[in-house]
């Protein structure tokens, strides 16, 4: 199989369940239908060896699915604990106007809708009905929720998200 040309992150694997292999992952991605729909992920590690999937389904709680691999028993499932799950840019449906994915925002400038600049996004974290920003600087390290009271605009052909006044936040995580 030809390795893909560019992997995006989908899945982030944090535990195992039961004895048959089966894994709990976490979304980074808004879009259950693109990871239920999935026949195969990646790993970055082996990008020419895909780890075809036998079943997915929503898991327990929110925001969490079991997935079980074929040819993946629980001793080989207990190694991908920690690991993320990427599929190929290509085979990712193009995302709606209003709708961007995770890995798009990481690397965003971070400004509020006066121009003051307050860092750029580190990391995102996905938590059940929102995620996180991580905006870091050399004046801060902090966090922003990704809902409507904090976020005014994503602009990815400007490379920059702007935030309503994050002052306190920032506050928080003043170095």
């Known amino acids: 199989m030809t390795e893909p040309k560019k992997l995006l992150p ?3 694997v944090i535990s195992t369940h039961g004895l048959k292999g089966e894994v709990i992952a976490l979304p ?23 780890l075809e999937v036998e079943s997915i389904r929503p898991g327990p709680g929110e925001r969490v699915f079991l997935l ?13 604990i920690n690991s993320t799950l990427y599929l190929p840019e290509e085979e ?3 995302s709606s106007e209003d ?27 996905p938590l059940g009905e929102y995620s ?6 050399e004046e801060f ?3 922003i929720p990704l809902v409507s009271e904090y976020v005014e605009e994503v602009d990815l052909e400007n490379r920059k998200i702007v935030v ?8 928080l995580g003043k170095k």
């Not at 195969?40 to 895909?50: C, E, H, N, V």
């Not at 691999?69 to 080989?76: A, C, G, L, W």
């Not at 996180?132 to 600087?137: C, F, G, Q, T």
Request: net charge negative.
């Open 99 to 125: 709708e961007v994915y995770i890995y798009e925002l990481e690397g965003l400038k971070v400004e509020d809708s006066k121009g003051r600049a307050w860092g750029v996004v580190s990391e995102v974290m």
């Open 164 to 171: 309503k006044d994050v002052s306190a936040l920032a506050e």
């Open 28 to 50: 980074l991605t808004t879009n259950d239908e693109l990871i239920l729909n999935a026949k195969r992920f990646y790993l970055r590690a082996f990008p020419q060896d895909p």
């Open 141 to 143: 390290d902090f966090y």
């Open 92 to 94: 990712l449906p193009t």
């Open 132 to 137: 996180l920003l991580r905006v870091e600087s």
């Open 68 to 80: 079980k691999f074929k040819n993946v028993d629980f001793e080989s499932a207990q190694g991908l």
């Open 10 to 12: 989908i899945l982030r």
